[in-house]
């Protein structure tokens, strides 16, 4: 649940607008895509997020969304 409302709340700052239902794992994945991440993320590893083999790969799209939310708000005092 931990993992879910940290990836709630950085969604909301790429865009407030998001509107989230029941099912998150139905919900990451597309969103994911749409901000072009380059790998996939699965229903599966968001259904076992403290795993020994999903962990990784759903710590690193937590370190790319934080670089990508980063970006936003250097680009954003540049203007």
């Known amino acids: 649940k931990d993992f879910q409302n940290v990836l709630q709340f950085l969604f909301l700052l790429v865009d407030r607008n998001l509107k989230f ?4 794992t139905d ?4 969103i994911f895509k749409g901000l072009c991440y380059p790998f996939n993320i699965s229903k599966t590893a968001l259904s076992a997020v403290g795993s ?13 969304l934080m670089e990508l939310l980063e970006y936003h708000e250097e680009e954003r005092h540049r203007e």
């Open 21 to 24: 239902g029941q099912k998150f």
């Open 27 to 30: 919900e990451v994945p597309p």
């Open 52 to 64: 020994l083999h999903t962990w990784p790969p759903l710590l690193a799209s937590l370190i790319w």
